[in-house]
């Protein structure tokens, strides 16, 4: 449990090793001044020309893996996660656009004549949408077609299946905790469906439908999912995103339970569950998902269920936010694949805590503000925002004053802080916070204030 004396950071760095002393001290200090300011530069976040020099040496040790630099916080998520009865365990990729830099190492993105590299993590969620951080990562290069248009490297299909396997090892450790694979369009593979059957699916998997199979029977997947009468209904608000106003979805459900084929006379068993969107505003496309799945669901409180599962996935797409907006990964210039993969891996942990703090904060609004944030932190949100500090400071409390400080008006109908106005907001509490322990250090002698 975090304590006022223990910075996050030094909580979930516990069992960090990264086969010497002072590298684990660096990790950590950088871990603290990224978080402290997710947007600034490498030379801004550190305080003065021998740490910025001794961060740099640090992304350049060829002997600092990145992937032992994520270890521990993957062993925090992980015991986060022996909390809840199921855990979603979210995979995507993302492309990070480096273009116009130098780095060595990068390659093409979608369009041929951009650099960059992909990122493909594992994102730990609650069915309540509570982030519990990241449990694995792929981070990669594409490799430049050919002249016959092929591309060399590993094929990237893998890393679906490879973070299948992952979850699969993990499930044993976690005996009172269902684990959920799930995964948007590229995740649906027959490859992948076999795999998780040969290993006795030891976690459950849920995947957004891509193809249109054809069944042993001779007809198609989707018109034999929908082909009957629908088992329900549901309604939901859809979120606000950029441009787009939030509106309410109403869709229907089907639900049908397949023998999807798998080559040589094998075959699959999946539920295919289709929720389709009716009375759609005009002019707005219907949304309509596709999922299969290995559970079953013979009730329509289990095929909500599931679709309350899938809405869960946004999580992920917050996280790649924070980490391109907040974190602003992109605008790093460190000169070699390497040395941004040693980088990610610290600004994807910083991405999940604001993430973790957005979530809690709405879904559990009366935890101690000390069990986040260190006394100065909480009494410069308070300052900043002119407002009297209460005994027992809570949660939702003074993450809404840092949200004000990041542009959250706070208005009866605004609802509840997001990811953006918190980073925002954390910059100036930091740098507040930063001031009163200056203060406080130097016992205020000669300081005008």
């Known amino acids: 449990m975090v304590t006022e004396s223990t910075p996050w950071t030094q909580t979930e760095f516990t069992q960090l090793e990264l086969g010497d002393a002072r590298l684990n001290k660096r990790a950590r200090l950088l871990m603290e001044r990224m978080a402290a300011d997710p947007m600034a530069s490498v030379p801004k976040a550190c305080q003065g020309w021998g740490e910025t020099m001794a961060a740099y040496r640090f992304f350049d040790n060829d002997k600092v893996e990145w992937h032992a630099i994520l270890e521990p916080h993957w062993q925090q998520t992980q015991g986060r996660m022996q909390a809840h ?15 116009g830099q130098g780095a060595i190492g990068l390659g093409p993105l979608t369009y041929e004549a951009q650099r960059g590299m992909f990122l493909h993590p594992t994102y730990a969620v609650t069915p309540q ?5 990241v449990l694995d990562a792929w981070m990669w290069a594409r490799e430049k077609k050919d002249g016959s ?11 679906w299946i490879e973070g299948y396997e992952r979850i699969a090892e993990m499930a044993p450790s976690l005996p009172s905790t269902r684990l959920v694979y799930m995964a948007d369009r590229e995740a649906d593979l027959m490859p992948l469906m076999e795999r998780a059957q040969a290993l006795g699916t030891p976690a459950d998997w849920l995947v957004r439908a891509a193809h249109n199979r054809c069944l042993p029977e001779g ?16 309604a939901f608000t859809m979120a606000a995103r950029h441009g787009v106003k939030a509106r309410t979805v109403h869709q229907r459900l089907w639900v049908q339970r397949v023998e999807l084929p798998a080559g040589k006379g094998k075959c699959i068993a999946a539920t295919c569950l289709v929720a389709r969107e009716f009375d759609a505003p005009a002019g707005v496309k219907p949304v309509e998902w596709r999922l299969l799945t290995n559970r079953t669901a013979s009730t329509v409180e289990e095929a909500l269920e599931l679709i309350e599962w ?10 790649f936010n924070i980490l391109k907006n907040a974190c602003r990964v992109e605008a790093l210039q460190l000169g070699t694949i390497e040395r941004l993969e040693r980088a990610l891996a610290l600004f994807l942990v910083v991405a999940w805590r604001v993430a973790y703090l957005m979530r809690l904060g709405r879904t559990c609004p009366d935890l101690d503000a000390h069990l986040f944030f260190d006394p100065d932190e909480i009494r410069a949100a308070y300052l900043l925002t002119k407002t009297r500090v209460p005994a027992q400071p809570k949660l939702n409390e003074v993450l809404r004053l840092v949200a004000r400080l990041g542009g959250f008006l706070g208005r009866k109908g605004d609802g509840e802080p997001g990811a953006k106005t918190i980073w925002l907001g954390l910059r100036e509490v930091h740098v507040a916070a930063k001031t009163l322990r200056l203060l406080s250090d130097d016992g205020g002698d000669d300081i005008c204030v």
Do not use: H, M
């Open 85 to 99: 009865r199921v855990v979603l365990c979210v995979q995507d990729t993302t492309e990070l656009d480096f273009n």
């Open 129 to 133: 949408r509570e982030p519990l951080g």
């Open 149 to 159: 248009g092929k591309r060399g490297g590993p094929k990237e299909s893998v890393r």
């Open 219 to 234: 007809d198609k997947l989707w018109e034999r999912t929908t082909g009957g009468e629908p088992v329900g209904q549901i």
């Open 310 to 319: 899938y809405r869960a996935r946004w999580e992920v797409e917050i996280l």
